[in-house]
């Protein structure tokens, strides 16, 4: 699928900036580099499809410095300690932001969360390359992200089975009916409906709502971006989403691990 390349597209933007930097790192570290670092040094995989199945609120908590709609989110960001009191507040996993150019990550960030935390660590990133497959697992993530929208179906199935053979399961997202339909197709198994328009990065809860009865019942159903609260939780956990990724409202609070907390008492 072709990605359009207008300025006013945010994702074509960010997905051209994306390939010039794996570019680049291809070369100062070639596949069997990172393969190598996969076999020898990385540490067991952690079940995120295991978390996402529990029965109750189920929350995915993101970790992100900035991000192209809002800017600045946190002027002094400390992952490994931000991500303690995610975890102690009941995240049954952890989102890291590792794009650069955007949103101000990187690999280090994941890296330090991985190391600091005990539950799964899904790489969220603009992947569409392989070698970003090989690069999550040997940085220790448990899961990663892919996008529909920028994405073939080859591609797309492709990179579903390569991170099988690596013990990881993504989150495949989608942000229209024929998105979820193509995320099936591929052999999807966790279908993430994502409630901003990466092209515009407008953001409503409406679309999970629109969307959550296109996802097969086999599949786990996530709801991510623009939940705001405890209201928004309970509608869409009644829709029937298994999970919710939360980034922007958590990294927008002084102290994120008790805003969390919040949202669980609101719907205790």
């Known amino acids: ?18 390939r010039e930097s794996i570019a680049h790192r291809k070369r100062v570290l ?26 109750g609120l189920n929350i995915i908590a993101e970790l992100k410095k900035a991000s192209p709609s809002r800017g600045l989110l946190r002027e002094v960001y400390r992952p490994a300690e931000t991500a303690r009191q995610l975890e102690a507040s009941g995240a049954v996993a952890l989102s890291v932001l590792t794009e650069e150019d955007f949103f101000q990550g990187s690999l280090g960030d994941l ?22 497959v090989w690069e999550a697992r040997a940085a220790n993530a448990d899961s990663f992200l892919l996008i529909a929208a920028i994405l073939d179906d080859h591609e797309l199935s492709d990179l579903l089975t390569l991170g099988r053979t690596l013990g990881m399961e993504a989150l495949v997202e989608a942000h229209s009916r024929e ?21 515009t990065f407008e953001v409503s809860v ?61 719907n205790g």
């Open 1 to 18: 699928m072709e990605v359009r390349t207008e300025s006013s597209n945010v994702l074509a933007r960010i997905v051209e900036r994306r």
């Open 30 to 55: 070639p596949d069997v580099a990172l393969k190598i670092a996969v076999e020898k040094k990385s540490t067991p995989v952690r079940d995120f499809v295991g978390v996402l199945s529990r029965e």
């Open 111 to 132: 890296k330090q969360v991985s190391g600091a935390t005990k539950i799964p660590i899904l790489r969220k990133d603009f992947i569409i390359d392989p070698w970003q």
């Open 179 to 199: 998105e979820v339909d193509r995320a099936t197709t591929a052999g999807a198994r966790i279908i993430g409906i994502n409630n901003r328009d990466l092209r």
């Open 206 to 266: 409406e679309k999970s709502l629109e969307l959550v009865d296109v996802v097969p019942q086999e599949c786990l159903a996530v709801s991510e971006s623009g939940i705001r609260g405890g209201a928004d939780l309970k509608r869409l956990h009644e829709a029937g989403f298994d999970a919710f990724l939360i980034g922007e409202h958590l990294m927008s609070a002084v102290d994120p691990g008790a805003e969390l907390a919040k949202l669980f008492s609101q």
